[in-house]
C-alpha cells in the first residue's frame, strides 16, 4: 500500500514520517564532502573504527552533557542509523525465548517489528518485562513528553531502558529535555540519530549503552555491518564543525511547530469530530476519529482521494484495529497549502467512507 | 594490538586487508556526490526503500548476469556492506542452538565472529554442517580460486552456500569467474561489495537470497537497520553510471597484481625459508613460516620493528596458533617499496625472535 501510495501523481502523503526535503542542506553537505575528501589520508573513503569517527563521537558527547548526562566521547558507538542502535540494545537484552519488552501504548513500528523479529513478547499493559522501550522527550506517533509520573514509575521499576530519543531535539517549545540516561547511565541504552534533524540518506545514529556492556556492544555491532559507513561519517563531522547546528534546530522547531499548528487547524475545521492531543513535538498527529471504519478499505479509499495516511493499527504492539485511529505526518508534504488541501481530501473520503 | 600499530608512526603496515586509498577516484565520487544531489527530489539525503536504490540493482543484477547467473534487479538486496549481507543469511540459516557452518582451514574472520556470536559451530574438518561459508573466487586470506574438486564436492552437499564475492573481481588474471549462484541459486546466498573495486568508505554491498527467502530476508534487513544509507548509494548509482568501471577493475587487477609480484620477490629474497603459493588474487599473502614463534610476541616485536601483519589464527576456525602462520596484505602500503622494506623490517624481527 506505501508502494501504490508513491506511486500515485500528485499524492499529498501524510504518510511515513520523513523529514522535509527543502530543509537539507544541500550546498552545505556538498561543500562538506568536498572537504572531506581532501583530507590526504582520506578516512571518508577507507575502512574506519566499528565505534565510529572519533570527533563525530566527541560532538554527540557534548550535546548529551549539555542536557545533563555525564557521557564522555568514548560511551558514544556511531551506529547505520537509529535502527541498528536499537537493535544492538535489544539484542543484547532480549535474548531467551521469553523476552518481553513494555512499550507505549502506541510506539515506533521499526521498533515493534525488530521486537518480534527477536521472538519478544511486546507488551504495553504494564505487566513485567525484561526491558523498556520508551520515546520520553517526544514519542512517536503521538509526539507527546513522556509525564513526570510515568517517568518516575518506569525508573523505579529497576529494568533496562532503551531510550529513543530521534525526535528529542524537534520539541516545538525549546530544547530538549533532560534523558533517561542522566538518571540511570548504568542500565539505559541512550539512541539519537541526525535522519530528523539533518537528513535520513546519511543513515547515521548513535547508541550509548551501559559503560560496563560496551564491549560486548560494539562485538555484536561489528559482526552486524563492520562500522558505519565512513562517508556519511566524515561529511559530518566537518559538516558539524563549520556550521551552526544550533541554530538550525531552532529553526527546524518553529518549521515543524508551525506545520503543526496549521494541520491541527484544518483538522478542526474539516474533521470537527475527530480527537487528537496537539503534538508537542516531532512529526506528525496522532487522530482518533468519531468512528470504525475498516482501516485497510479507508486507507485504499483515502488513496483514490489523493491523500495517504499511516494506519493506527501499525503503532500497536499486537497490532490491533480498534480504537480506529491514524497517525498523520505535517513534515514531509511539499508545501504547507498541502496541509489544508490534504485535510480536505480526507474529510471529503471520510464522508464517503465513514 | 590493531589499534597500537595503528598509532605507531612510520609503521609499514601488511594488516588489516584495506584497498589501496591511492586508487579511490575522489575526483569522480566528488563529481557524483554534487550531481546527485541536483535531483530536484534528492532521494540522496531521504529514506528510501529497504532493497535499495532500483538503478544500482540493475547495475549488479546485470553484472551477474554476465557471468552466467540468471539474476534480475528485483532480486538483489542493497546492504550495508558485505559483512550485513553475510550476517542477514547467517540469521536466517544458523537459527537454533546446535546450527553449524563450515569453512575453509582458513576464513575471514569477520564471518568467523559472526558465526560465534550467532551461537554457531564453526567446522572445517568436513562434517555434515547446515551452511557452509565459502569464497569460491578469491579466498580471504589465501587469494586462490575454489578447485574444481572441491567446488563438485560443496555443491553435491545440497547443502546452503553463503558465497562471498568480495574478491571476486580482482582475480589477476582476468574477469570474475561464473559464481557458484549460476548453479544453485535454490539454496545459494551470494554477497558481493564495492568496498575493495570502489572504496570501503560507502558500506554498499549486496546478497542476492534464493528468490522463495527474499521477502523474510528484507524483514530481518528492515529490522536492523531500515535500509543502506541513500548518500552513498546515490553517489555510487551516478559514478557506474557514468564512468567506465570495467576499466577501472582492469587496472586494478594489474595494480595489485604487480604488487603481489613484489612482495613475492622480496619475500623469495629476505625470508627464503618461508612458504607460500602465490596468491591468485586479492590483497594478501597466507605465509607458513619454518618455525613456531609465539605468534602475540612475534607481533609485538615486528611493531617495534616498523612492521605490521595479521596473526594467522585469526583466520581460523577455532582460532589455533599452530601451525604458525601470518596474513602479508600487500594492498594498502602507500608505496610499492614499502613491500620491499616492509619485508626487510619482518627480516630482521624473523632473525631476532624466532
Known amino acids: 500500500m506505501k508502494r501504490r501510495a508513491a506511486d500515485t501523481p500528485g499524492l499529498i502523503s501524510f504518510a511515513g514520517g520523513l523529514p522535509a526535503p527543502g530543509e537539507f542542506p544541500r550546498a552545505k553537505l556538498a561543500a562538506s564532502f568536498v572537504r572531506a575528501l581532501q583530507n590526504p589520508s582520506c578516512p571518508a573513503l577507507q575502512y574506519g573504527w566499528p565505534e565510529g569517527d572519533e570527533d563525530l563521537r566527541a560532538w554527540i558527547a557534548g550535546q548529551l552533557r549539555r542536557r545533563g548526562a555525564q557521557v564522555a566521547r568514548d560511551d558514544v558507538i556511531v551506529t547505520s542509523g537509529a535502527q541498528q542502535a536499537v537493535s544492538l540494545a535489544a539484542q543484547l537484552l532480549l535474548r531467551g525465548p521469553r523476552a518481553r519488552t513494555g512499550v507505549d501504548r502506541e510506539s515506533y513500528p521499526g521498533a515493534l517489528d525488530l521486537f518480534r523479529e527477536l521472538g519478544a513478547t511486546v507488551v504495553d499493559d504494564g505487566s513485567h518485562v525484561d526491558a523498556y522501550y520508551l520515546m520520553p522527550a517526544v514519542s512517536n506517533p503521538r509526539g507527546r513528553k513522556l509525564s513526570r509520573s510515568d517517568r518516575a514509575r518506569v525508573l523505579s521499576t529497576l529494568r533496562p531502558i532503551i531510550e529513543d530519543d530521534a525526535y528529542a531535539d524537534l520539541s516545538f517549545d525549546g530544547a530538549a529535555p533532560r534523558p533517561l540516561l542522566a538518571e540511570a547511565p548504568d542500565r539505559v541504552f541512550?539512541?539519537?540519530?541526525?535522519?530528523?534533524?539533518?537528513?535520513?540518506?546519511?543513515?547515521?545514529?548513535?547508541?550509548?549503552?551501559?559503560?560496563?556492556?560496551?564491549?560486548?556492544?560494539l562485538q555484536l555491532k561489528q559482526s552486524d555491518d563492520l562500522q558505519a559507513a565512513s562517508l556519511p561519517q566524515a561529511v559530518?563531522?566537518?559538516?558539524?564543525r563549520t556550521e551552526n547546528f544550533d541554530q538550525r534546530l531552532v529553526r527546524l522547531r518553529e518549521f515543524y511547530g508551525r506545520r503543526a499548528d496549521r494541520m491541527e487547524r484544518a483538522l478542526r475545521r474539516h474533521l470537527p469530530g475527530w480527537r487528537f492531543d496537539p503534538?508537542?513535538?516531532?512529526?506528525?498527529?496522532?487522530?482518533?476519529p468519531d468512528a470504525e471504519p475498516n482501516e485497510a478499505f479507508l486507507l485504499a479509499?483515502?488513496?483514490?482521494?489523493?491523500?495517504?495516511?499511516?494506519?493506527?493499527?501499525?503503532?500497536?504492539?499486537?497490532?490491533?484495529?480498534?480504537?480506529?485511529?491514524l497517525r498523520l505526518c505535517?513534515?514531509?508534504?511539499?508545501?504547507?497549502?498541502?496541509?489544508?488541501?490534504?485535510?480536505?481530501?480526507l474529510a471529503r473520503c471520510w464522508a464517503e467512507v465513514a
Chains 1, 2 share one sequence.
Do not use: M, N, Q
Not at 503534538?279 to 506528525?284: C, I, K, L, S
Not at 483514490?304 to 493499527?313: L, N, T, W
Open 301 to 325: 479509499a483515502a488513496i483514490e482521494h489523493g491523500v495517504a495516511f499511516d494506519p493506527g493499527s501499525l503503532f500497536r504492539a499486537h497490532g490491533a484495529v480498534s480504537p480506529f485511529a
Open 330 to 345: 505535517f513534515s514531509s508534504v511539499a508545501c504547507d497549502e498541502d496541509l489544508d488541501e490534504g485535510v480536505r481530501r
Open 190 to 217: 541512550h539512541v539519537g540519530t541526525f535522519s530528523k534533524t539533518l537528513c535520513p540518506g546519511l543513515r547515521i545514529g548513535w547508541l550509548v549503552p551501559p559503560r560496563s556492556l560496551r564491549a560486548e556492544i
Open 236 to 240: 559530518l563531522e566537518d559538516y558539524l
Open 279 to 288: 503534538p508537542t513535538g516531532g512529526f506528525a498527529i496522532w487522530v482518533e
